[in-house]
């Protein structure tokens, strides 16, 4: 499984890492720009991420639109949010509004911060990413 993490704050990138480097191979994004910029890379190069963890507040892009960003190139190879990469977002924000916008925004899953790798664990399991 590829994964690209996306998170400005070191600690939650490193639990991230530790926790989804078990499962194959990860990179890092510490803002929405360089996140958009692997994922072109990665598509353009035939070898696109299977999960993204995406932090919703972050410097410069926020994780909303780099959501949309990153679902508007699958759009335009034909690739519907349902068959493209998973998404997760994941913030401090325990606010429903943000919720209900990053789902709109076409993200799969929301998790607090810090993340429970249990609950991780069982989005990857509902995606069927692991087994």
Known sequence: MKTLIV???????????????????CHIAVNGD???????????????????????????????????????????RGVTSTNGVKIIMTTSLNDVNEVMKSFKELCDAYLFKPVDTGKLLAELREFRLVA
Not at 7 to 25: A, H, K, N, P, Q
């Open 34 to 76: 360089e996140a958009v910029a692997a994922f072109r890379i990665a598509l353009e190069a035939g070898s696109p991420y299977k999960l993204i963890c995406m932090d919703i507040l972050m410097p410069g892009m926020d994780g909303k639109e780099a959501v949309r960003q990153v679902r508007a190139m699958e759009e335009a």
């Open 7 to 25: 998170e400005d704050d070191f600690t939650s990138r490193l639990l991230l890492l530790t926790y989804l480097s078990r499962y194959g191979e």
